[in-house]
């Protein structure tokens, strides 16, 4: 931390990444500093002989519009080269956010920069703050083109799949691949059967015919249990199913 001169700042030393300097947020801190609000310090890269001004653009021009001569730094040694290094991912988690063309324009200068050049995709993305899928889809944009297509393509098909598995009757209650009845079933089975027994063991006392009736009766009470429980069960996967498909529907619409 130092008081330096504002004037010996250098803000032309490739360094800014946003597109333009905005007004508004400028007004807005003037505002906020004329009621006491504390802002940090510009940070900026001393190479022995000039300050490199890497974050706080708006800042400086808040404390050059006041008419400040001194102001507060942080600042590290470094050379002009280090400054912009540092500078492409700036205001990536603090400050005014940045839109998508200023990500853009500090991932297309590192892919120029002699000191990030040949990094990877991930090592771009981490220097710029930003995301790697970002960086990939303006390294090679006919690759994100046909990641979108794909991504559009796999939407398409599992919205198709929901649509055709909403649309079908429910005709078999056990499901094909179901080997066995689930939890709800079983208690639907024990309440069907907590019904049957006072009227079983009443019946069931000699005669064995019946005994077979009521047997017969307790089997067909039990299925209609648990057909009573998956048609519930059904019916909320396909309303379920519904709000799915006309979510995909949406995003396929966005993605085009």
């Known amino acids: 931390m130092r008081e330096v001169k504002l004037s010996d700042i250098k803000l032309d030393g490739g360094t800014q990444n946003r597109v333009s300097i905005d007004q508004a947020t400028i007004d807005e801190y003037l505002e906020c500093m004329e009621d006491g609000a504390i802002f940090p310090p510009l940070f900026c890269v001393f190479d022995g002989t000039k300050y490199w001004l890497v974050d706080g653009f708006h800042r400086y021009q808040c404390y050059l519009q006041r008419g400040d001569k001194v102001v507060s730094i942080d600042y ?111 208690k639907a089975g024990e309440l069907a059967r907590e019904k049957d027994i006072a009227t079983m063991y009443k019946m069931m ?5 019946l005994k077979t009736a009521v047997e017969e009766n307790h089997r067909l009470n039990l299925l209609l249990a648990q057909l009573e429980l998956r048609m519930n069960g059904l019916m909320n996967e396909k309303n379920e199913a519904i709000d799915m498909v006309k979510k995909l529907q949406k995003q396929i619409e966005k993605n085009k």
Do not use: M, W
Not at 205 to 209: K, L, T, V
């Open 76 to 186: 590290k040694p470094g050379t002009q080269e280090e400054a912009q290094v540092l500078s492409f991912g700036a205001n990536g988690k603090h400050g005014r956010p940045r839109s998508h063309e200023d990500k853009r324009k500090a991932v297309l200068a590192a892919f120029e920069h002699p000191h990030t050049k040949d990094l990877s995709d991930y090592a771009v993305a981490a220097k710029c703050e930003v995301s790697s899928p970002f960086v990939a889809g303006l390294r090679n944009p006919e690759k994100k083109k046909k990641q979108a297509e794909n991504s559009q393509k796999h939407h398409q098909s599992k919205s198709d799949e929901l649509i055709n598995y909403a649309g079908k009757p429910v005709d078999n209650f056990s499901g094909g691949d179901q080997v066995g009845p689930d939890d709800a079933e079983l």
């Open 205 to 209: 006392e000699s005669d064995d015919a």
